[in-house]
């Protein structure tokens, strides 16, 4: 029998059009000849998990994301079926969460329980929700995020209060002082000139004065040695007998004193005592007025013919006027 060429077409496009679903349905992680169980975990957030995503048990890989589809129409959920590329045992108290590493997919992790039961195809796993690496980091950075602009903000908002602050008059005083400033840096280089400043000339006087005295060190050293050796010389001397002797001799002073202090004695009676000197005055009185009357009338002490008659006038009774010492007798 001839087969007609529109058969033959046909049955081509039959051929490609199946072999184009097996082969989008083995990408997606689908065995369309193998019927594997099926069960299902309800998550809140998938992140950035995809179809076909591996499922993962300690590490080892026994299944793949099949689909995903909303609980509701809120989406307070979303249910992922797992399609089980492995025969294994699922305790039913088993735990699912995603995880997501730094470099490459998110993937689904089942921590195995400790029940007896086993899940079958059809069940629905508990799930809680994992941070991950990415979650911690994002949960530490989010603080120091907030902070950082903040500070921006106020960073911003200084900086246009000093935008404000900042007219023709203010930019004015902030130009002179930066010309201040420059001015003043001129002056610090100047003064720190390795050849003309004022610092490397006193750091060269410094080395001069220095030098100096390692030149004289000699008379220096001869210095000290002279006034170490009258240092010792002096405290050679016997000083203890020169300070006996004062203290006798103040001793001595004070005794004297005591007695000067005292009646006793002439001197101290003469010192001490008024009527004393008051006699001592008058006889010094009477004294001076008898040497005033022999100098002025000598004929009543001495009687004798050559010098006339006798002179008759009364004696003195005070001193004699005088303005100078007389030289004798008339």
């Known amino acids: 029998?001839?087969?007609?060429?529109?058969?033959?077409?046909?049955?081509?496009?039959?051929?490609?059009?199946?072999?184009?679903?097996?082969?989008?349905?083995?990408?997606?992680?689908?065995?369309?000849?193998?019927?594997?169980?099926?069960?299902?975990?309800?998550?809140?957030?998938?992140?950035?998990?995809?179809?076909?995503?591996?499922?993962?048990?300690?590490?080892?890989?026994?299944?793949?994301?099949?689909?995903?589809?909303?609980?509701?129409?809120?989406?307070?959920?979303?249910?992922?079926?797992?399609?089980?590329?492995?025969?294994?045992?699922?305790?039913?108290?088993?735990?699912?969460?995603?995880?997501?590493?730094?470099?490459?997919?998110?993937?689904?992790?089942?921590?195995?329980?400790?029940?007896?039961?086993?899940?079958?195809?059809?069940?629905?796993?508990?799930?809680?929700?994992?941070?991950?690496?990415?979650?911690?980091?994002?949960?530490?950075?989010?603080?120091?995020?907030?902070?950082?602009?903040?500070?921006?903000?106020?960073?911003?908002?200084?900086?246009?209060?000093?935008?404000?602050?900042?007219?023709?008059?203010?930019?004015?005083?902030?130009?002179?002082?930066l010309a201040n400033l420059s001015n003043a840096s001129n002056a610090l280089n100047g003064l720190l000139d390795n050849q003309n400043g004022a610092l490397a000339k006193t750091l060269n006087n410094a080395q001069a004065i220095s030098e100096s005295l390692k030149s004289n060190s000699a008379d220096i050293t001869a210095t000290i040695g002279n006034a170490k050796t009258a240092t010792e010389k002096l405290a050679a001397l016997q000083l203890q007998p020169t300070i006996d002797s004062l203290n006798a001799m103040i001793s001595q002073l004070k005794v004297t004193a005591a007695k000067l202090s005292s009646n006793e004695g002439s001197l101290g009676a003469l010192i001490n005592d008024k009527s004393l000197y008051n006699k001592l005055n008058d006889a010094i009185l009477s004294a001076e007025i008898l040497m005033d009357d022999l100098r002025t009338h000598p004929k009543r002490y001495v009687n004798l013919s050559i010098f006339g008659r006798k002179d008759k006038s009364g004696p003195l009774t005070s001193p004699a006027k005088k303005d100078t010492v007389p030289a004798g007798g008339n």
């Open 1 to 177: 029998m001839k087969i007609s060429n529109e058969t033959k077409v046909g049955i081509l496009t039959i051929a490609a059009l199946t072999i184009l679903i097996i082969g989008f349905n083995f990408l997606k992680g689908k065995d369309v000849f193998n019927r594997s169980k099926k069960i299902y975990a309800v998550f809140t957030d998938l992140g950035t998990l995809e179809k076909s995503n591996e499922v993962k048990i300690n590490g080892l890989p026994i299944g793949t994301v099949y689909e995903k589809r909303e609980k509701d129409k809120d989406v307070s959920a979303i249910v992922v079926t797992i399609n089980l590329t492995r025969d294994i045992n699922i305790p039913k108290n088993s735990v699912a969460y995603i995880s997501s590493g730094l470099v490459g997919s998110s993937f689904i992790v089942i921590e195995r329980g400790d029940s007896k039961e086993m899940m079958k195809s059809g069940d629905t796993l508990a799930t809680r929700t994992e941070t991950g690496i990415l979650g911690d980091v994002k949960a530490q950075l989010n603080p120091t995020l907030a902070k950082v602009r903040d500070v921006l903000d106020s960073l911003q908002s200084t900086l246009s209060g000093v935008n404000g602050m900042l007219n023709s008059e203010n930019k004015g005083y902030l130009k002179q002082t």
